[in-house]
């Protein structure tokens, strides 16, 4: 007689998803993809498992020199394979990775160091210098001094477990005046990040990111991250060059790539340009600042028409443009990114998505922590709507079209108020861009005492031209609204003052104009 059916029986416990972040990712890949290439610097070749030995060598001896989970580990180091070892090495040691730009005055170094209160710090030679004069009391190794410790580590995974929430970097954005702000990410944000672009980007198994822009700006982490989760190749460049970059493309023909407007100007006056290409990749992109229409035009041409226009903020806010959507809407940042959600406030933070230009605020599955140390700058970004879901201010302005598409309209602290009227210096920028003479072109605001504010343009002229500041400042307040005419207009001979990613230091702009106002009264 057949037994009648029965349910079958409920597990105490039933079985949880398993949290696999990129540390966990990598080490799989260390598995199953062991002798395919993570890494190629120069001449060298690293498999995914020696990736994760080594990383796993740098752990123990981590922990031997008394590290522990939760822990702040600061590097100051060049692009370079070591880079990524510590990283992965500080995660499987449960520790904070903490990349510093080795750009920045030993001053404001000391100020980050003191601010995350590193355990401990890793230098490359070349910048071992300004790092032991930062560092006080803490401990400074280089790469060959830290030799002796790894050696006769185990490449053991150690026992640590590394939770969604678990801090995994903090990300200093600045720290050139005042009090720097970290930008804490947990493993679960990082997890999100590198996943969610791996797919807007289109990432394989066979791609080869070129890695060229160190680990300290978190732009660098737009091609290997992505790279690390899907187990792709990252091929390292110690720094950008145009002849490294073309050498590169050439020898490697890389799938992927980031190129920030700076970048791109420097390749397209390469002589060999034309002759190499850039069709190799499936996705080039840019981000850190708007690139010029001429630039974006001629990368677009060179790539095959696969640039990417990235616009967002270490803090985990984005939006993204696909190379078939910018043919359309080249003036757009594109749509929220997967993951992310954006709206637009008023000077009253009403919500006028939609309705209106309003700063940016918006929210993410690859969203920060917050900043480290800072709750008076955690309750500042903050901005909630009707619900009370909490959403991150990010100082742009912008609007949105109709069909979800993003312009910029610049920065709320760029924004200049003449007269009563707002100005936006990317107005007044757009212009000057389309002379034939002008290659780029920066606008600030400066005190006045009939207007309050009036605008100030400074531009840097193709080699060549012959246009002076006078007939220039008078064509393009010719095209220009009353109340967005530029006060005064300097060219430039040398490049304009920039941050890693190539963003004009407009602080810096008008404290110089500022101080050439001031030296000529006082002659």
Known sequence: MQEPMTEPACPTRPLQPVFTGISDQIAIHGRFRAQQFAFVEGPRQVTWCEYNSTANRIANAMIALGVTPGARIAVVVSNSLWAHELLLGTWRAGAIFVPLSPLLSHEALAKMIQDCDASILFASDEYAAITQASAGERRVFTQQQFQEHIRPSSDAAPAITLAPLDLAVIIYSSGTTGTPKGIAHSHESRLKFGAYFAAEFRFHCHAKALSCIPIHSNGAWLSWLPAKWIGATTVILP????????????????????????????????????????????????????????????????????LFELWGLTEGVATLIDPIDMQQRPHSVGRAMLGCDIRLIGPDDGDITHSGVGEIVGRSAAMMSGYWNRPDANAAVLWHDAHGTAFIRTGDIGALDAHGFLILRGRKKDMIVSGGLNVYPIDIETCLLSHEDVLDAAVVGVEHEKWGEVPVAMVRLKPGTRT????????????????????????????????????????????????????????
Request: charged share 25%; aromatic share 6%; proline share 4%.
């Open 239 to 306: 720094r950008f060059s145009a002849d490294d970059y073309l050498r590169a493309v050439e020898e490697h023909a890389p799938t992927h790539g980031f190129a920030v407007p700076t970048m791109a100007a420097a390749l397209l006056q390469h002589p060999r340009i034309e002759e190499i290409g850039l069709n190799c990749f499936e996705a080039l992109i840019t981000a850190g600042s708007a690139m010029p229409a001429g630039i974006k035009q001629e990368m677009q041409r060179l790539s095959g028409n696969s």
């Open 468 to 523: 002076d500041a006078i007939t220039l400042q008078d064509w393009a307040n010719g095209r220009l609204a009353k109340h967005q005419r530029v006060q005064a207009l300097r060219v430039y001979s040398q490049d304009f003052p920039r941050n890693t990613l190539g963003k004009v230091l407009k602080n810096q702009l008008a404290e110089e104009y500022r101080a050439s106002l001031h030296a000529q009264q006082d002659r």
